[in-house]
């Protein structure tokens, strides 16, 4: 399988999980991948923990850009009620303990709910797309650049749940500023720290296989950020 052909799937695991997770269970989730044919259940599985930390924001702006496959598309609605003759009987029940309503009033309930999210997703997808930052700044952005948002979301997730995570984090209370890849820098009194760090993950990107390289790239593009926040506390 291609490099494209992975990241084809795992964004399809993805729609699935995020558009179905808060009304069924990790187990259905998981064999109802399976049953589109998409991946097995432990791969599934994998990829949903990856992004089990993901914020209600960064889920939003994925749904916004990502352009859903038919089948899926259709498969999800099926099981959300909004086609509910063709619910199919083949996809395995949930636990039995599972608390989920399921009765009439919900269904629907859950179906207007859906219609309001895809007109939410449509709107963001206006070319005047917005997302409102934590200082309350207007970040524009323009759907041409996708491909970019995409790369430093990985290098974001990377930070946030991955390699950066394990390294840098010495609890789950500590923001990325004050980790040891920012903390470093400033005891220093410079951002040399970051960029030579930065410097040395591209270099070495260059003997390794093309899936740690681009891990190593990410790292790079968050030592380059830890850079710039140290730069930007400089009052120089």
Same mark, same amino acid.
């Given at each position: 399988m291609?490099?494209?052909?992975?990241?084809?799937?795992?964004?399809?695991?993805?729609?699935?999980?995020?558009?179905?997770?808060?009304?069924?269970?990790?187990?259905?989730?998981?064999?109802?991948?399976?049953?589109?044919?998409?991946?097995?259940?432990?791969?599934?599985?994998?990829?949903?923990?990856?992004?089990?930390?993901?914020?209600?924001?960064?889920?939003?702006?994925?749904?916004?850009?990502?352009?859903?496959?038919?089948?899926?598309?259709?498969?999800?609605?099926?099981?959300?009620?909004?086609?509910?003759?063709?619910?199919?009987?083949?996809?395995?029940?949930?636990?039995?303990?599972?608390?989920?309503?399921?009765d009439?009033?919900?269904?629907?309930?859950?179906?207007?709910?859906?219609?309001?999210?895809?007109k939410?997703?449509?709107?963001?997808k206006?070319?005047?797309?917005?997302?409102?930052?934590?200082?309350?700044?207007v &970040?524009?952005?323009?759907?041409?650049?996708?491909?970019?948002?995409?790369?430093l979301?990985?290098a974001?997730?990377?930070?946030?749940n991955?390699?950066?995570?394990?390294?840098?984090?010495?609890?789950?209370?500590?923001?990325?500023?004050?980790?040891? &890849?920012?903390?470093?820098s400033?005891?220093? %009194?410079?951002?040399?720290?970051?960029?030579?760090?930065?410097?040395?993950?591209?270099?070495?990107?260059?003997?390794?296989?093309?899936?740690?390289?681009?891990?190593?790239?990410? %790292?790079?593009?968050?030592? &380059?950020?830890?850079?710039? &926040?140290?730069?930007?506390?400089?009052k120089?």
């Open positions: 291609t490099e494209e052909e992975k990241q084809i799937r795992k964004e399809r695991v993805l729609y699935i999980y995020f558009k179905l997770k808060e009304k069924k269970s990790k187990v259905f989730i998981e064999l109802f991948i399976k049953k589109q044919g998409i991946t097995s259940e432990s791969t599934a599985r994998r990829i949903i923990t990856d992004v089990a930390n993901w914020k209600q924001g960064e889920i939003d702006l994925f749904l916004a850009i990502y352009t859903p496959v038919k089948s899926d598309s259709e498969a999800i609605d099926d099981v959300l009620g909004l086609n509910a003759s063709k619910i199919s009987n083949e996809i395995a029940e949930e636990p039995k303990n599972d608390d989920k309503l399921k009439d009033e919900i269904i629907n309930e859950l179906a207007a709910k859906n219609q309001e999210l895809q939410y997703k449509n709107d963001l206006d070319d005047r797309l917005k997302l409102l930052s934590d200082n309350a700044n &970040i524009e952005l323009n759907p041409k650049y996708d491909s970019l948002y995409k790369v979301l990985a974001h997730n990377q930070a946030g991955g390699k950066g995570k394990e390294r840098h984090q010495l609890n789950d209370e500590e923001p990325f500023e004050n980790q040891k &890849i920012c903390e470093i400033r005891r220093l %009194g410079s951002n040399d720290y970051n960029l030579g760090q930065a410097v040395k993950k591209i270099y070495e990107s260059k003997r390794l296989p093309k899936d740690r390289a681009i891990s190593e790239l990410l %790292g790079a593009i968050n030592y &380059i950020a830890a850079g710039i &926040i140290i730069l930007e506390e400089s120089e």
